[in-house]
């Protein structure tokens, strides 16, 4: 495409640094170093691993803010673009909030990555953040061998309507509102084991922005959510156990998927990053004898612009039931 050569940015990606992150644990540590902070107008800080920070304005709104980068994940420069954005977009639905300006991440090498190429991931960003009806007004970039890319986004919230980690009771029913799958499904395009129906799938949803499933959950009074990223849907449940002191169960048959996901297990497309995220979680969660392997997998499987997982009273339109809070004291229990 460049030069008449095929550029697969996927590729440039660092051995083993495929849109890796640091473990829970290792983030804690380095967070801890931090010193206490004690603004009262901090709504929700980092420390119950939130997907964003609120801070409360005079006049009554709130700020939601957060940021989100990584390595490519597709080849098409476009789509990459759209997914990061889509992808950071989403830490602010998972608020409750909607987002009104972004700042743009990019680091790459035009001598291996050439700036034609990074206009389309621009170009890709560009169109999602408009379907959110925000706006770009700025950004930063960095020469750098292997390419990252993603977005600062700030949004605003009712203070009174945040959909918070510390929210969860029992009761609550949990609702996902997009398939699981993304990281098996990249990992088997990577290695040329997806097809090409198995990818256009997952890009289709990844590219879906969460803002109607936010819209829907505000309508169901929702008050807990988090949308499902890089450390998997029972890392990221873990997360409301905790801040919230409650139990959950998990119905593994229910769990909404990408098509291809047995067969890319079975053809080994997992990841690194899906075994730390069950270390991570190891003290909180279990599996019931005779949960298939395949759909143990789906549970620690990172995501790239996962879907909300919303904690309900009531149904939630086009969203998937999945499970719900049992009891209190942390815990994930993983039912057939
Ligand atoms: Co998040
Ligand atoms: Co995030």
């Known amino acids: 495409m460049i030069e008449g050569k095929m550029l697969r940015l996927t590729h440039l990606v660092a051995k083993g640094g495929c849109a890796s992150k640091l473990a829970q644990a290792q983030l804690k540590e380095v967070l801890s170093a931090l010193p206490v902070q004690k603004d009262p107008n901090v709504l929700v800080g980092f420390e119950t691993s939130d997907d964003a920070g609120v801070y409360l304005l005079p006049g009554g709104v709130a700020l939601v803010q957060t940021m989100d980068f990584f390595t490519p994940i597709v080849d098409d420069p476009y789509r990459y673009g759209a997914i990061a954005a889509t992808n ?3 830490d602010v639905y998972a608020m409750g909030g909607e987002p009104i300006t972004v700042m743009n991440i990019a680091l790459f090498d035009p001598e ?7 206009a389309e991931v621009f170009r890709g960003m560009g169109e999602k953040v408009s379907e959110a009806g925000a706006t770009t007004v700025g950004g930063h970039s960095v020469v750098d061998k292997e390419p990252k890319f993603g977005l600062s986004v700030t ?3 009712d203070p009174e309507r945040v959909f918070s980690n510390r929210n969860a009771e ?3 029913q949990i609702w996902l509102t ?3 799958g993304t990281g098996i499904v990249t990992t088997g395009m990577k290695f040329d084991d997806a097809t090409e129906e198995d990818a256009a799938e997952a890009i289709r949803w990844m590219t879906t922005l969460n803002k109607g499933a936010k819209d829907s959950a505000l309508l169901a009074g929702v008050r807990c959510a988090t949308d499902v990223t890089g450390f998997s849907l029972v890392g990221h449940l873990g997360n409301i156990c905790r801040a919230s002191d409650v139990s959950i ?3 593994a048959s229910a769990l909404p998927h990408f098509s291809s996901v047995e067969r890319l ?3 080994k497309c997992t990841t690194g990053a899906a075994v730390r995220n069950r270390e991570a979680v190891s003290d909180l969660l279990s599996y019931e004898e005779g949960v298939p392997e395949w759909l143990i997998q789906l549970t620690i499987d990172p995501q790239t612009s996962g879907g909300l997982a919303l904690f309900s009273r009531q149904e939630i339109p086009g969203a998937t039931w999945i499970g719900e809070v049992t009891g209190t004291g942390a815990g994930i229990r993983v039912s057939q």
């Open 265 to 267: 297990v079975e053809a």
């Open 249 to 251: 169960r998990l119905v």
């Open 112 to 118: 291996v990555a050439p700036p034609a190429v990074w």
């Open 170 to 172: 029992v009761g609550d």
């Open 178 to 180: 997009k398939p699981l």
């Open 155 to 157: 949004g605003l919230v």
């Open 88 to 90: 950071a977009l989403s």
